[in-house]
Each structure stands twice: as structure tokens, then as C-alpha cells.
């Protein structure tokens, strides 16, 4: 499975991106898919997660209301649509898919997820 992650880009605070993920080679091993984010000088830190069916998400606390994940299982895409951008949120942004039948999309753990795009960097100006 490979992922690539795009969308990302120089934005001004109060603004909104969309980033996307697509997925291919062997996607029907693509449970739960999710964001992560790596600020400069911080680890990086869960953002959100989707279930396979997409019928269950999850996101860390400070971007709930701000942030929405999505995906479109036709197109093997998840998206992240991120409105009200912050100087704060400022990272580069990993999509990872998990093979793991039994991981909940609540999770944060990185070990859960299989496998991860290359990253798309956003930054946000105040």
C-alpha cells in the first residue's frame, strides 16, 4: 500500500485547506485511515482517525469543531478539511492507514498504522 498525501500549502490564519490522501496497491488491506501532524521542534501528535466504512471518526480534543475527516472508499481517498487555520498549526501532515482489522478508529497510536504517506507541509501565517 502507498499513500500520498497532497493539498497542503502557505495560508493565512483564518483560512482553509483541504488535504487529501489517496491510496493504492493493495488498498482492500486499509482498515482505519488517519492524520498526524509534526510541528517544528514537537513529535508528532495524532490529529484525527476515519473507520473503514467511515461511519466512525475520531480527533484529538484541540481540533475538535475546527477539523473534519472524511474519505470516499470509491476513490481509495481520505480527506482532512481543516477551517480557522492557526499559526499553531503549523506541521507537516502524515495520512497513515492501518491493516488492522480489530484497531479501533479512536486511536492515537502511530503502531496501530501500517502504513504512511510522505507528508504535505501547511503552513499557517498570523
Known amino acids: 500500500v502507498q499513500l500520498q498525501a497532497s493539498g497542503g500549502g502557505l495560508v493565512q490564519a483564518g483560512a482553509s485547506l483541504r488535504l487529501s490522501c489517496a491510496a493504492s496497491?493493495?488498498?482492500?488491506?486499509?482498515?482505519?485511515m488517519g492524520w498526524f501532524r509534526q510541528a517544528p521542534g514537537k513529535e508528532r501528535e495524532f490529529v484525527g482517525a476515519i473507520s473503514r466504512s467511515g461511519g466512525s471518526t475520531s480527533y484529538t480534543d484541540s481540533l475538535k469543531g475546527r477539523f473534519t475527516i472524511s474519505r470516499d472508499n470509491a476513490k481509495n481517498t481520505v480527506y482532512l478539511q481543516m477551517n480557522s487555520l492557526k499559526p499553531e498549526d503549523t506541521a507537516v501532515y502524515y495520512c497513515a492507514a492501518s491493516g488492522k482489522y480489530y484497531v479501533s478508529a479512536a486511536s492515537t497510536r502511530e503502531s496501530d498504522y501500517d502504513y504512511w504517506g510522505q507528508g504535505t507541509q501547511v503552513t499557517v501565517s498570523s
Open positions: 496497491g493493495r488498498t482492500v488491506n486499509i482498515y482505519n
